[in-house]
């Protein structure tokens, strides 16, 4: 062959390498991606906020540095998921004793229209005192959702009070003393499940 002829060959096979490699990538890209989405997607859960707390006072993700917190997202005229969540919680902590003593468990509500700092000071207190309360403005508590993942919506519903109710996602998150997402927990987790998960993620 002659000089021009090698040269279009190899042009050939490396054209051909690139095509194959291209075809890879962007197969593993797409055998790989739910994979990678759902990692990074609950590496990406939690992040900065601005909040009332049940006391009526500004608190930011800061407010909890080194503490662990145990975060439910609901709303306190919830019939029944978000006080059996809530329950749930607190029977995890109580079963953690002394292990989860620096944990804050915390309710976020998702309807700000209706839980204000009052409402949510006597809808805590019933699941315990070390339980904090947050609302905020509208704007707040949608910022808040969003870095959390968090679904949440108003439907009308004439039976309800103020003839609305909310649907929301009802997932426990565990974030970590340095404000990281450890773990999440679905809403059929048991509080024995629920404590011997924490107690596992925290590595106690
Ligand atoms: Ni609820």
Redesign the pocket.
């Known amino acids: 062959m002659s000089d021009s002829s090698h040269t279009l060959t190899r042009r050939i096979a490396f054209a051909s390498v690139m095509i194959i490699a291209a075809v890879a990538i962007g197969t593993y890209a797409l055998m790989s991606s739910p994979v990678r989405l759902k990692t990074t997607g609950e590496a990406l859960i939690g992040g900065p906020f601005t909040m009332l707390n049940h006391r009526g006072e500004t608190v930011t993700e800061k407010s909890f540095a080194g503490k662990p917190m145990l975060l439910f997202f609901?709303?306190t005229f919830?019939?029944?998921?978000?006080?059996t969540?809530l329950q749930v919680m607190a029977e995890a902590m109580k079963q953690l004793g002394s292990r989860g003593s620096d944990i804050q468990p915390i309710f976020v509500s998702v309807d700000p229209e209706r839980d204000s700092p009052a409402v949510m000071a006597d809808y805590v207190a019933a699941f315990g005192e070390r339980f904090i309360g947050l609302t905020g403005s509208a704007g707040q508590v949608q910022q808040m959702s969003a870095t959390y993942r968090v679904y949440y919506a108003k439907v009308e519903n004439k039976d309800a009070p103020h003839a609305y109710t909310?649907d929301?996602s009802?997932i426990i998150y565990l974030m970590g003393t340095d404000g990281k997402f450890l773990k999440h927990f679905t809403y059929s987790t048991d509080a024995k499940a629920l404590a011997e998960g924490i107690a596992a993620a925290l590595g106690r």
């Open positions: 609901g709303f919830c019939p029944d998921v978000c006080p969540e909310m929301h009802s």
